[in-house]
Every structure is written in structure tokens, then in C-alpha cells.
């Protein structure tokens, strides 16, 4: 995952036409509808040719899916990128799909990094991101200006963060049985908050105890945690597309 998102930040830096996938174009001051299809039709070997070019492979596993990519058109990539919006992807792809993943987030945050504050608009769901409407992957808390502890949900997609609301779950909007867990000895800076109407949750990463906290990254390091929700009964609410379990 190191390599891939070293990688991931070196195609960042060069500069690429920014056009948004089709189905995706925001107006100013809009509220955006939630799109009906997955971020599909643009160049994926833009990004993908230089994620994946010369990839040290770990595994014979991870060899064969690096070689299915190089030989996929971009009819296959359109589809894997389909399963992997849809969360469904299927068992055989389960081992590819993080490179898919990491190609769709260079598009669309360089997409979102040439966007104007302005253009931003709302999605009509409030726990969607608002650029791509994408899932968020944890929220964040942090200090901006003299507001300390500011919420903000943070895109698995595009590297977006949005304002929302504390104590309040992400899934059914209910703040009533709202209560936090950690891991005794583990990190202090990352807690799930857990919603007992619905029984899911979502990680909450404070950026004020731990300043060179990622979402992604963090989410990655503390699977322990989502083991211990899971054996509780909760389910994840966070989607992280580095990280597919499948069924
Ligand atoms: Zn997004
Ligand atoms: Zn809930």
C-alpha cells in the first residue's frame, strides 16, 4: 500500500487535464442529484499505465492481478470501477480492485483539486460527498481558525472533506445513541463512533491529537478495531476502496 500511494502522490504532481466523468459536471451554488452510475469513460491509462508500470509484485496473486489489468480494455476497467462504486464487486476481481481504486482516486481528486469553491454545490444527501458523491471514509476532527474540534467527513474517493454535524450518525442522522470506542493501548487519536438505531459506525480520526492523521491511511491501521465492532454486532458504515472484504 506504501508503493501505491507513493506512486499515487508522484502522477499527483504532474499536471493532467481535469476534466469531470461524465454525469459528474457540478454548477455553482447547485444541488447535485446523487448520479445513477459509477465515475466511468475517462482515460484510466492516463493513470493506471503509471501506478502500475514495473509494480514490484508480492505475491504470485498479486502478480496475476497486475497482469489481468495490463491486459483489460477499458470496457473491463469501466466495469471494475462499476463494482467497486456499487461496493458489489466480484470474488475473482476482489484482488485487483485496490489498483482500480487507487487509479479512480488520481482522477478524481485531481478532478476535485481543479475545482473552484464556488463550483462546489451540495449533494441532496448530506452524508455523500459533495463533489463526486462518494462514500465517506472516516470523519476528522480539527481545529480551524478558534473552532476547535470541527467535524468533517472525509471522501474514500476523491480526498474531499465536508462539514457535518458531531454526535450525530452519518448513516441514519439520529444523535440519540451516539457513544465512542477505542482500543485500550492502541491509537489515542482514533475512535469509532457507533450509532445504536441503526448499529453501524464510522471512525472519527482527531487531527488535533495526531496532525499527520489520513483517513485512508489511519482507517488501514486500525482494523483491529472494525474486528472488535464487528464481533459486537455493528456494522461499517466508512467505505474505504483500498480496502475491499467482499462478502
Ligand atoms: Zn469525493
Ligand atoms: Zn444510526
Redesign the pocket.
Same mark, same amino acid.
Given at each position: 500500500m506504501a508503493e501505491l500511494a507513493e506512486r499515487q502522490a508522484g502522477i499527483m504532481a504532474a499536471p493532467s487535464a481535469n476534466q469531470p466523468p461524465a454525469g459528474f459536471e457540478r454548477k455553482p451554488g447547485a444541488e447535485h442529484p446523487v448520479p445513477n452510475s459509477a465515475p466511468i469513460d475517462v482515460d484510466w491509462g492516463d493513470a493506471l499505465t503509471p501506478l502500475l508500470r514495473d509494480f514490484p509484485a508480492p505475491s504470485a496473486e498479486v502478480e496475476q492481478a497486475l497482469r489481468r489489468i495490463a491486459e483489460a480494455d477499458g470496457v473491463i476497467v469501466n466495469r471494475w470501477v462499476a463494482d467497486l462504486w456499487s461496493g458489489q464487486p466480484l470474488p475473482d476481481d476482489i484482488g485487483l480492485l485496490p489498483f482500480i481504486a487507487a487509479a479512480l482516486q488520481i482522477e478524481l481528486a485531481r478532478w476535485a483539486a481543479a475545482l473552484q469553491p464556488d463550483e462546489l454545490g451540495r449533494t441532496t444527501e448530506p452524508s455523500r460527498c459533495p463533489v463526486c458523491a462518494g462514500w465517506p471514509v472516516a470523519s476528522l476532527l480539527r481545529t480551524v481558525g478558534e473552532t476547535p474540534g470541527l467535524r468533517y467527513l472525509h471522501c474514500g474517493f476523491c480526498a474531499s472533506e465536508w462539514l457535518y454535524p458531531r454526535i450525530q450518525?452519518v448513516? %441514519?442522522g439520529?444523535g440519540e445513541q451516539i457513544a465512542y470506542h477505542g482500543i485500550e493501548g492502541g491509537d489515542p487519536a482514533v475512535q469509532a463512533e457507533t %450509532?445504536d438505531?441503526?448499529h453501524?459506525y464510522l471512525k472519527r480520526i482527531d487531527r488535533d491529537k495526531s496532525p499527520g492523521a489520513d483517513a485512508l491511511a489511519d482507517d488501514l491501521a486500525t482494523l483491529a478495531l472494525d474486528v472488535l465492532l464487528n464481533e459486537q454486532g455493528y456494522q461499517r458504515f466508512g467505505f474505504n476502496p483500498l480496502l475491499i472484504l467482499g462478502q
Open positions: 450518525c448513516h %441514519c439520529s %450509532c438505531a441503526c453501524t
